[in-house]
């Protein structure tokens, strides 16, 4: 911790197409080696494609995506006496949306071989439905806060 207090959080700009935060911390996420524009068509494609499937706002597809794959708890190693606890803290907002954007990226990284807007399209479309890698990272952080809760009382 600085002496000087918590420092302020940076302010993205918004996308220029949808002017959403959200989209552009997407589009950082998937942002390789500094290749902003080939991250910027491969998100703005994925959207597209995710609306068309669903029939609905690619904004809302975004949100709903990240809504479902937002933990709510997660666990956090804590020394007692010699032994190691995993104590579960509720996860703060900003935690939780790159986590969620994380998962999201991850999954879609993490299918077979094809186009990366086809992959992320569809792991946009499975979170929206929450399913696919990212909602199921979500409630593998559940399953352990909730097998760990007796330990609640020991956060700090």
Do not use: C
Not at 29 to 54: D, F
Not at 112 to 133: F, P, R, S, T
């Amino acid at each position: 911790m600085p002496r000087g207090g918590s420092p302020t959080p940076r302010t993205i700009p918004a996308d220029p197409i949808y002017g959403s935060t959200l989209v552009a911390k997407l589009i950082n996420k998937i942002m390789i080696g500094g290749k902003k524009s080939k991250a910027e068509k491969i998100v703005y494609e994925a959207l597209r494609i995710a609306s068309e499937q669903l029939n609905e706002d690619p904004i809302a597809v975004l949100t709903k995506a990240i809504e479902n794959t937002k933990p709510l708890v997660e666990t956090r190693s804590r020394r007692i006496g010699g032994a190691v606890y995993q104590i579960p803290v509720e996860v703060p907002e900003r935690r939780a949306l790159a986590l969620a954007l994380r998962w999201i990226v991850n999954g879609a990284r993490d299918r077979g071989a094809g186009e990366m807007e086809k992959k992320l399209a569809a792991e946009l479309v499975d979170a929206y439905k929450g399913q696919g890698y990212a909602a199921k990272r979500r409630e593998e952080i559940h399953r352990m806060a909730e097998a760990n809760k007796a330990f609640a009382h020991l956060r700090w």
